[in-house]
DNA sequence: TAGTGGTCTAGACCACGAA
DNA sequence: TCGTGGTCTAGACCACTAT
């Protein structure tokens, strides 16, 4: 049925050197696919018995990279119903993007009040940190994210002005950025890395977040990165702790 | 071979209602026995092979058992070798315990400079984030902790004292807490949940920090919990971030 | 009832490490 | 050379979902 060591979807050589274990590149390929977007956020995947038959191996290889794609949160398996490419519904940030709750009661989405929104040259830092030449176009947006009512975060977000062509010209800018760079981008944030560090107010942030100067305030400094692992945006943070903390589990 | 629905360690009831997977009896089965200490850290698991025949499962269950174990970073598998029980060795600590980096260079591991160690009945507070009656015995731990040679972190340990007989008394306080816990007293630290905010320094905290009054810091509140779920210490941390920020991983 | 993922088994061969 | 975990296969039955 199979050579010693089959290779999917026939990449050419007999993998001698370099060769990788079958799931892996089941997994990869998967991936590529979503990258594509030839399977849109909240839609079904083939089935396993599917995907097997057309890659030419057993379920059970399949089933091992469907296993890792949902332990990185990529998939949603659901028993009797099939796997799903997943989301970024509220939900989902919730739990995996936004570790900012408050000290007493549930978890809570923030409202957002957009500042500023503008398309210009990157600054050094910023197209270096988007791994962008020097100088490239990139999205700025400033807002003001509320908690219970009142001012919490203050917020910059830098885009490659490249991936998300028209973003902000005009057009709403939704409170889920996540959700609206899948929906109208095809681009997924799969996963990102934070700096954290306390930090005291300049007088311009304390005016925003109501607060004196000189306030206390945790500063995050974010860059998020798509499926393929490039970077898709720089997020800084200066969030109000008194009554809120960042949520960090350690397993 | 089996009936319809096998149970391990034979618990008596047929397990109509509430029935768990084999793998998963077999996952509980082998935390209870790390927990009863009857591998310690560092030694060998018997093979799956041997497991498998012990419990009578096949030996695919036994290792979807081990695969979840070593996941939650409970045992760590080796090619060719065997499966080991985690062990508190600085790396391990310095990869998932300790997320206090330089921004410039390597992790490192802090030294230690003790202030206080001393035995009496926990507060109110002490008392209930660890699970214990009003009024019973905790050990109390103040340290200093330096990075790069300088004070960098003001670190306060709350321990149920009826966990760690003796700890303290006169005994050299080692660097590495967890892996005391561990093989003097055979409690393993499993997992912890930290609460991070921004504060002001006090005068006496910035005093033992070498900063000025008012210096920003970053505030951490780790419970840390023991292989059975169970509060094992409080931890509360004054941290400079001037030259150092907290890393975290959104995956 | 049909189809999906979830569990469990049995057996083969490979890669790695130690003796 | 032997024993370990790592990969891959094939097939069985179960639990859940939709129709």
Redesign the interface.
């Known amino acids: 049925m199979h050579p010693t060591r089959a290779t999917v979807a026939a990449s050419g050589e007999p993998t001698k050197l370099g060769f990788r274990p079958l799931y892996m590149q089941v997994r990869d390929m998967l991936v590529q696919r979503m990258v594509q977007g030839l399977w849109g956020p909240g839609e079904a995947l083939p089935s396993e018995q599917d995907l097997a038959a057309e890659l030419g191996v057993s379920q059970g290889t399949v089933r091992k990279a469907l296993d890792e794609l949902a332990?990185?949160?990529l998939v949603v398996r659901r028993q009797g119903r099939g796997t799903f490419v997943a989301e970024h519904d509220e939900a989902r940030i919730l739990f995996?993007?936004f570790?900012l709750v408050p000290d007493v009661g549930n978890p809570c989405f923030p409202e957002s009040r957009i500042l500023s929104a503008e398309r210009r040259a990157g600054t050094a830092e910023e197209c270096i940190r988007l791994g962008l030449v020097t100088g490239a176009d990139v999205i700025h947006v400033h807002r003001i994210r509320l908690l219970q009512g009142k001012p919490a975060i203050s917020e910059t977000v830098t885009l490659p002005a490249g991936l998300f062509p028209g973003l902000g010209d005009g057009d709403l800018i939704p409170n889920n950025l996540y959700g609206l760079y899948a929906s109208e981008y095809g681009v997924t944030v799969a996963?990102?890395?934070?700096?954290?560090?306390?930090?005291?107010l300049a007088p311009e942030e304390a005016e925003q977040l109501e607060v004196a100067p000189?306030h206390?305030?945790?500063?995050i400094?974010?860059l998020a990165r798509s499926l393929d692992g490039s970077p898709v945006e720089w997020r800084v943070s200066l969030?109000l702790?008194d009554a809120f903390?960042?949520?960090?589990?350690?397993?």
């Open positions: 332990a990185q949160n995996q993007f570790k996963k990102a890395v934070e700096k954290l560090k306390a930090v005291l000189g206390p305030a945790l500063h400094d974010r969030c702790t903390h960042y949520h960090s589990d350690l397993t």
